[in-house]
């Protein structure tokens, strides 16, 4: 089965910068798209960054050109570069990741455990 680990979070000051990481592990398994979510308390989780396995990349307008997400296909990483970072960036980050399981033959979904990102004012 596929497993996502993240890492990377943290305490950080407003202005600072973070990066993620995210990892995807198992037995036989390819990955398409990898992204990044985040969930504030009482909000809903939402897309922060989504990358394809040819490096193309999405962002939602309201962290355009201060997020960036890339990853490393021969080590099945995400990364999720956070810049100029507000106290609203804080919120539980998860990574995402879809593929297909060769294993069991079929597609996956996978959610990482998620990673505390607290910014300070």
């Known amino acids: 089965q596929v497993h996502l680990v993240e890492s990377g979070g943290g305490l950080v000051q407003s202005g600072g910068s973070l990066r993620l990481s995210c990892v995807a592990s198992?037995?036989?398994?390819?990955?398409?798209?990898m992204g990044w979510y985040r969930q504030a308390p009482g909000k809903q989780r939402e897309l922060v960054a989504q990358?394809?396995?040819?490096?193309?990349?999405n962002y939602p307008d309201p962290v355009k050109g201060q997020f960036t997400i890339f990853r490393d296909n021969a080590e099945n990483t995400a990364y999720l570069q956070m810049d100029s970072l507000k106290p609203e960036d804080t919120a539980v980050y998860y990574c995402?990741?879809?593929?297909?399981?060769?294993?069991?033959?079929?597609?996956?979904?996978?959610w990482g455990q998620g990673t505390q990102v607290t910014v300070s004012s």
């Open positions: 198992g037995s036989h398994f390819s990955i398409n798209d």
């Open positions: 990358v394809t396995r040819d490096g193309i990349t």
């Open positions: 995402h990741a879809d593929g297909i399981d060769y294993d069991l033959g079929i597609p996956y979904v996978r």
